[in-house]
């Protein structure tokens, strides 16, 4: 009987196993994952678990009864230390277990500050995975002072749950501005308005130059601009990489990520890969999304294609955040704008259109699920919108989408 082994026990991994059921796989399915519990959420985790306004069953992707009523051995607690593709196994441990397919879903690493500046210190906190944030909890109280570095998605998420805790939050970002890799100054002012009207402190074009601390604990951080701030703790936020030291001892080849081909194969033809640790062709270059929908949505393409579907993986990128009570949609992909047309609205509501030439290429909607679902069919489907319309609050956009 054929089996198929999965690597990560993540978004991407529970999505595969569950396809591979779901389109009559059945063989034998391991799924193995380094942490305890089950397959979950990891959105909620820096906002509605970290409030207290979500319990940790809830955010389970499904009951762990699922795996044995869908015959899948879920292997927890385990960390694959080799794969070996000539023999077609990986170790686990001690044990040794042979695979005919195998999935790696190993997604990604939250980036640490070294040890030299402090990074080892009690009290340094990163936001990746249910025991970071179990670790982080205990700290977010009222009047507490954290410091927050970076001021990408993930540091202004944390900086708005501790807000909301009552913490004294400053935020530093070392670029001239936050948001700058990912979004236009529109989309950073917005932002950055946002978490100041909430009492965060934003520090632009200041980073971190070491933490000090007492007895093995965080107590202190010295700036580049030579300020010095007592903290209780910190939370680092200055992005991911993906996880391929598995890939990487076992020859697999890499580039950003674990690289495959269209249809999510790597350079092994009987390894495959999907979520945040894949890096596949896009428009003909490559590329590496970290996102829930990405994983999801090209996981199950894998499953399909590991059963013989064939089929390539078109991504149809989109992301989203929460902060206070503002949300933001992001449909496509900003890369190479030129120009960016405001679509303004009530009170918190706002659209910025990203465009290279005359082609729309993303949108950022805060609290205005309208234009996000309008833009990203436009993008969806290769289509464009006239900024004229954009721009006018009064303009109905859905005509556009019969353009």
Request: net charge negative; proline share 5%; with cysteine.
């Amino acid at each position: 009987m054929s089996h198929i082994v999965v690597i990560g026990a993540g978004q991407a991994g529970a999505s595969l196993v569950a396809r591979l059921r779901k389109d009559g796989f059945a063989g034998e399915i391991t799924l193995i994952g380094a942490e305890p519990v089950p397959p979950y959420q990891r959105p909620p985790l820096s906002k509605a678990y970290l409030l207290g306004e979500m319990e940790k069953e809830r955010l389970f992707l499904r009951p762990e009864s699922f795996y044995a009523e869908q015959t899948i051995t879920l292997r927890l607690n385990a960390r694959v230390s080799a794969i070996d593709p000539a023999a077609k196994t990986v170790s686990l441990g001690g044990e040794v277990i042979s695979y005919d397919q195998l999935a790696l879903t190993t997604g990604s690493e939250p980036r640490r500050l070294p040890d030299a500046i402090g990074g080892d210190l009690a009290g340094v906190h990163v936001v990746r995975d249910l025991a970071d944030i179990d670790a982080m909890a205990p700290a977010v109280t009222e009047g507490a002072r954290a410091l927050i570095v970076g001021g990408g998605y993930i540091g202004l998420e944390a900086a708005a749950v501790c807000a909301k805790r009552g913490v004294q939050v400053t935020l530093v970002e070392m670029a001239d501005r936050i948001l700058q890799r990912v979004a236009a100054p529109e989309t950073s002012a917005y932002f950055r308005a946002l978490h100041t009207g909430h009492g965060v402190d934003i520090r632009e074009g200041v980073g971190l130059t070491r933490l000090t601390g007492t007895q093995g604990r965080v107590s202190g951080a010295v700036l580049t601009d030579g300020s010095e701030l007592p903290v209780d703790f910190v939370v680092v936020g200055v992005g991911i990489a993906p996880a391929t030291a598995l890939a990487e001892a076992a020859g697999l080849a890499l580039e950003n990520g674990i690289r495959t081909d269209a249809q999510g194969r790597t350079s092994d033809p009987s390894i495959w890969a999907a979520g945040d640790c894949a890096s596949f062709p896009y428009k003909g270059g490559r590329i590496r999304l970290e996102s829930v929908p990405n994983a999801i949505d090209q996981a199950e393409t894998v499953a399909q294609n590991m059963l013989g579907a064939g089929k390539d993986y078109v991504a149809q990128p989109w992301f989203w955040s929460d902060q206070y009570d503002v949300k933001l949609q992001i449909a496509g992909l900003n890369t190479g704008y030129d120009r960016v047309v405001t679509r303004p609205g009530e009170g918190q509501t706002v659209s910025f259109w990203y465009y290279t030439g005359d082609q729309l290429v993303a949108v950022d909607a805060m609290n205005d699920p309208r234009a996000y679902m309008v833009g990203k069919r436009l993008i969806d489907n290769g289509k464009t919108a006239d900024p004229a319309i954009v721009a006018d609050p009064s303009a109905d956009l859905k005509p556009l989408l019969k353009a």
